[in-house]
């Protein structure tokens, strides 16, 4: 196995594809948008300029590289893929991964994508996809999707992108209604490491159970920031009949709501904080973590508060 590296002297993330490809029947592809073409074949030689076109190329269980443009003239930020992309039910398994100056370690350093109009900038129908070390700026998403994990008809319902992980990414500007990231039923979502920096009405994740099941989904290890010190409006939303969520081990900043869970999910919220500056930070029917008194199988373990007392729980 060797490095293989981007046109201009780039280094890139092993070439699997070389080694494992064969035995295993899956493919690597790669995109650049600054130097590539959708005319191209797709190889670390050869990248495609779009996101969209690696996806539709690409087979089940493949992995796709994507390489963070050059910051646009006096910026410090990367340059933005401006894609609506999708990724249908036949790709699962499917998996696209960032490649920036931090090698993945900083999400802010790695390719960012808006969305080109108002649909979800990230469309996830297929199941077991890995979206990984990718920033999505979610301006155009006022009162539409961020990432939608929505799955296809199948089962009674919608599959949700069942076991789908989102890991080392960065998500700002998200819709107040559907949130950077939102969760549309399924099991076994998985949400690590992710930075969430939102506008005052934005929310970071959407955890729905309008189509059941709703199982098993993990958020853990995010930061979800304030809008620059101001309070935003909500950072997590669980909806009612999701079951056996967790949310483990995130930082909360400033927000009029940390997190509000609707009756009948069932979960535990632990090992994370909630900054509310020298006030306290209680969960119940009126608290900043909003649990409803009659939902009494969400728990809150090893939570603190930003003035330093433990999270209270009172059930009430």
């Known amino acids: ?66 390489r963070t443009l050059a910051p646009d003239a006096d910026a410090s930020e990367p340059g933005t893929y401006e894609e609506d992309l999708t990724i ?41 996809v890995l979206i990984k070390g990718l920033q999505f700026n979610c301006t155009r998403n006022s009162g539409t999707y961020g990432i939608l994990l929505e799955g296809i008809a199948g089962y009674a319902t919608l599959g949700g992108s069942c076991g789908t992980v989102i890991e080392d990414c960065y998500i700002k500007n998200a819709s107040a209604t559907y949130g950077g990231i939102y969760i549309y039923g399924g099991y076994c979502v998985r949400v690590s490491r992710c930075t969430f920096h939102l506008g005052t009405n934005a929310m970071g994740v959407y955890v729905d159970s ?45 927000a009029t709501k940390f997190i509000t869970v609707l009756d009948g999910s069932t979960g535990v919220i632990s090992n ?13 029917s009126t608290g900043k973590i909003e649990i409803p008194a009659a939902c009494d199988e969400v728990g809150v373990a090893a939570c603190w508060g930003g003035d330093g007392t433990a999270v209270d729980a009172d059930g009430a």
Do not use: R
């Open 1 to 66: 196995m060797s490095l293989t590296n981007f046109p201009n002297g780039i280094l890139a993330t092993p070439n699997l594809g070389s080694d494992y490809a064969g035995l295993f029947n899956t493919n690597v592809w790669y995109v650049d948008g600054d130097n590539g073409s959708d005319d191209n074949y797709g190889d670390h030689d050869a990248p495609f300029k779009t996101i969209q076109a690696a996806i539709t190329k690409s087979s089940a269980q493949d992995t796709i590289y994507i």
């Open 88 to 128: 249908p039910y036949a790709k699962h398994g499917l998996k696209l991964i960032g490649i920036g100056g931090t090698q993945g370690l900083q999400p802010f350093g790695g390719p960012k994508i808006k969305n080109a109009t108002a649909t979800a900038l990230l469309d996830i129908k297929a199941s077991n």
């Open 210 to 254: 309008n189509t059941i099941p709703s199982n098993g989904h993990t958020i853990e290890y995010c930061n979800f920031k304030s809008n620059n010190g101001a309070a935003v409006a909500l950072h997590l939303k669980i909806y009612g009949a999701a079951k056996d969520f967790n949310v483990d081990h995130c930082n909360f900043d400033q």
């Open 272 to 284: 994370s904080t909630f900054n509310s500056g020298s006030t306290a930070v209680v969960a119940n």
